[in-house]
């Protein structure tokens, strides 16, 4: 038999005995119907859980948290069944923002997958920074040094030895000493002031980086495709679970361009497994749904020097997702979510015939997500062409007349990913969106940046740009 407290979580009305809503905004109540059998057991079972308690404390009122850590989850999921099931009993699956959309009922929705989010998140940063400080201390770290740099960031040390207050760029010898706090802020606002990349090849600086950023970087992604917009409402059709299931249909292959520490490849699997979750497979036609397998290839310049860190975190967001989720059969299914990205090298600043890119060339036709969080900008001086001229110029502008074109990989994958595509840039600053715009335009592909959007992202990125390749060329229509 389910204990009070489960019945109490579960939030039934104590008026008609139903779930999803409380008395205040009963529907039977509104229609002027009288207090049901349910409803009055659930008030009865209320009272006395609370004298219960109550008794348990000495006579003193206990506050008590009636709302479980997926509350709004649990809600979210009567009422997607009550709408599954709606449908002249056929059961379908639904985008829950999209179906909100319809009802009116956007924020309750939004609370679930905030909700989702930060509860699987909190798990994955927790055995994140164990695993880092573990590693770290293997490494021959001192505790001095690591309880600076993994504790939270106002209670770090500020100021730092003359010798560290330096700069890194990718010329200088890496002196394995140097702390976290001071150069890192300087190289990266450095590095996208110049245009030129920063060096990410020292191992007990980029673990803290990693471990800084894992938050904010994997929530802008997640709630940028958690957006309400037509791009992200068609990238979300593509997480959504397949109906019916195939190999093929279900999975979605990302390429994520600079994820040296592995944050999109979660992203985009909390997305996933929130879509699965929110479902109620019992209640469909079809048992079989799974959620969509992320397949993630990433690609970084720092590729050897990321790859261990990338292995710690997906390995702390394979327990994370098996401790957070919560329905008995999803211990199969997140093995679908949790498979292993790979890492291979890339230089953007490339062309992607250059055998530097061959990985990624390689892997590019078959790409559903191309994502590029936090790299455009500090590529800006290669990227962009009214940056001086380099001596290795492109072999593509022989044939572009009007080298007014973004530059790079990023040109080669604007002209060659394949219609369907979608591309995801988050990025510090917004230099680079107007010349990524127009040659995207030029490509077929459709784009909305946080320019477009009358509301800004709340948590999200500031600054945005989200494409959908809709056809080969733009002239095609004409
Ligand atoms: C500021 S970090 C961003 C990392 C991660 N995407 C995030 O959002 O925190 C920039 C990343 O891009 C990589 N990177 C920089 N320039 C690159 C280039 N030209 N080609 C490939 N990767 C590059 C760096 O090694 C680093 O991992």
């Known amino acids: 038999m389910a204990s009070s407290t489960n019945l109490i979580s579960k939030g039934l009305c104590f008026h008609c005995g139903n779930p999803g809503h409380s008395i205040a905004n009963c529907p039977s109540l509104l229609r002027g119907e009288g207090q049901s059998n349910a409803g009055l057991e659930a008030l009865q079972r209320f009272v006395s859980h609370r004298k219960e308690l109550r008794k348990k404390n000495g006579g003193k009122r206990e506050k008590v948290n009636l709302k479980g850590p997926l509350f709004h989850l649990t809600k979210l999921k009567y009422w997607m069944k009550q709408n599954q099931n709606s449908e002249q009993g056929e059961s379908k699956v639904y985008d829950p923002l999209v179906l909100a959309k319809q009802s009116d009922e956007c924020n309750f929705v939004n609370h679930a997958y905030r909700e989702f989010f930060s509860h699987v998140m909190n798990f994955v940063e927790k055995e994140f920074a164990a695993r880092m400080i573990q590693e770290s201390l293997e490494d021959g770290a001192s505790t001095k040094d690591i309880a600076n740099q993994f504790s939270p960031k106002p209670f770090r040390r500020k100021r730092l030895p003359q010798t560290h207050n330096k700069v890194f760029d990718?010329?200088?010898?890496?002196?394995?000493?140097?702390?976290?706090?001071?150069?890192?802020?300087?190289?990266?606002?450095?590095?996208v002031k110049d245009g030129i990349p920063a060096n990410f090849s020292n191992k007990p600086a980029i673990r803290v980086y990693a471990y800084d950023k894992l938050f904010p970087r994997v929530r802008y992604l997640h709630h940028l495709v958690m957006d309400r917009n037509e791009i992200s409402d068609n990238i979300r059709k593509k997480l959504l679970l397949p109906e019916p299931y195939n190999v093929e249909s279900g999975q979605v292959r990302v390429c994520a361009i600079g994820d040296g520490p592995g944050y999109d490849h979660i992203a985009l699997g909390i997305v996933s497994s929130f879509l699965y979750q929110s479902q109620c497979p019992k209640s469909l036609k079809n048992h079989l749904?799974?959620?969509?397998?992320?397949?993630?290839?990433?690609?970084?310049?720092?590729?050897?020097?990321?790859?261990?860190?990338?292995?710690?975190l997906n390995q702390s967001y394979r327990v994370a997702?098996?401790?957070?989720?919560?329905?008995?059969?999803?211990?199969?299914?997140?093995?679908?979510?949790?498979?292993?990205?790979?890492?291979?090298?890339?230089?953007?600043?490339?062309?992607?015939?250059?055998?530097?890119?061959?990985?990624?060339?390689?892997?590019?036709?078959?790409?559903?997500?191309?994502?590029?969080?936090?790299?455009?900008?500090?590529?800006?001086?290669?990227?962009?062409?009214?940056?001086?001229?380099?001596?290795?110029a492109m072999p593509y502008e022989k044939d572009y007349q009007n080298i007014d074109f973004i530059r790079g990989a990023m040109f080669d994958i604007l002209q060659r990913a394949r219609v369907g595509a979608f591309i995801l840039c988050t990025d510090s600053n917004n230099f680079v969106w107007p010349i990524l715009k127009k040659t995207a335009t030029v490509f077929g592909w459709n784009f909305v940046g946080d320019f477009e959007k009358e509301e800004s992202i709340a948590l999200g990125p500031k600054s945005f740009v989200i494409l959908e390749r809709v056809k080969k060329r733009a002239e095609e229509d004409e």
């Open 170 to 191: 990718e010329t200088d010898q890496i002196d394995k000493t140097f702390h976290y706090n001071y150069s890192w802020q300087l190289a990266l606002n450095k590095a």
């Open 289 to 312: 749904l799974k959620p969509k397998m992320i397949v993630t290839q990433a690609f970084d310049l720092f590729d050897k020097d990321w790859s261990p860190i990338m292995s710690s």
């Open 321 to 392: 997702l098996s401790k957070a989720t919560m329905r008995d059969e999803d211990h199969e299914y997140n093995n679908l979510l949790v498979q292993n990205p790979t890492l291979n090298h890339c230089d953007i600043r490339l062309s992607l015939d250059n055998a530097k890119n061959k990985h990624l060339n390689d892997a590019l036709p078959n790409m559903d997500i191309i994502s590029f969080q936090y790299i455009l900008h500090e590529n800006s001086r290669t990227l962009l062409p009214n940056y001086e001229k380099q001596s290795h």
